[in-house]
């Protein structure tokens, strides 16, 4: 396979863990899904234009789920030339009382350069969501992803984390991309060791998470029947 020539990061920074971890006499501890947040309490946040947003409640207080991307240039240090550069954010918020400002508890943030190829970075915003698949009040975030930086058919980066309280688990891999008549490229994935022990409905849950997204939708590429035509004189 070609080598991807996207400078590909995944970050995470933990921030003010200490609200995250406020478990105890709540009355609601039951996890429950809330009506969605205004835009105009999101721009509060700093967040104009967000991908989705889900909000809820656990047992650790009232939860704001964001998604957001960031388009822009970078410079490369290498070339010293442009690149364009994609920001990918994942932001929990959280707040204990519907009075308090929601303040961030933790946040992914993965950055993808790419050199004038084609570039296609985005979250998977149908399966980026909040549940409790174990019900014990603590609610799962799921977040996942897909980075590509080329110049022809190649597996796109994919990165799925779930987070429940202080616990993280992920999966890492490439897309399955099955070109027509050819051998497929691709579909490497790669589990957390903390995924390996995590508890059976987490694995199936993650797992079926990168079932319905890493086939999609690169392999279906094939040539349209016209293409052949596209090199023809008028």
């Not at 921030?15 to 039951?30: A, R």
Request: charged share 25%; proline share 6%.
């Amino acid at each position: 396979p070609s080598p991807m020539p996207a400078k590909y990061r995944w970050l995470t920074a933990s921030v003010g863990l200490g609200s995250l971890l406020l478990m105890g006499g709540c009355e609601q501890n039951n996890f429950q899904s809330l009506a969605p947040i205004a835009a105009e309490q999101l721009e509060v946040l700093g967040v104009r234009t967000p991908i989705k947003s889900v909000h809820f409640r656990d047992r650790d207080g009232e939860g704001l789920l964001v998604l957001s991307r960031t388009d822009g240039q970078a410079s490369d240090p290498e070339s010293e030339q442009e690149v364009d550069k994609v920001v990918l954010k994942a932001t929990l918020y959280g707040r204990t009382a519907g009075s308090e400002a929601f303040k961030p508890r933790w946040q992914i943030e993965q950055e993808t350069t790419c050199p004038g190829l084609d570039l296609d970075v985005d979250f998977y915003t149908d399966v980026s969501d909040v549940s409790d698949l174990n019900g014990d009040g603590v609610a799962e975030v799921t977040v996942a992803s897909h980075a590509f930086c080329g110049g022809g058919i190649d597996p796109h980066d994919i990165a799925i984390e779930l987070r429940e309280g202080a616990s993280v688990y992920s999966i890492t891999g490439q897309s399955l991309i099955s070109p027509a008549g050819e051998q497929p490229i691709g579909g490497e994935r790669v589990d957390s060791a903390s995924l390996k022990n995590a508890a059976q409905v987490l694995r199936d849950h993650l797992d079926a998470v990168w079932q319905k997204v890493y086939k999609r939708p690169w392999s279906e590429v094939s040539p349209e029947p016209d293409d052949a035509d596209d090199d023809l004189p008028d």
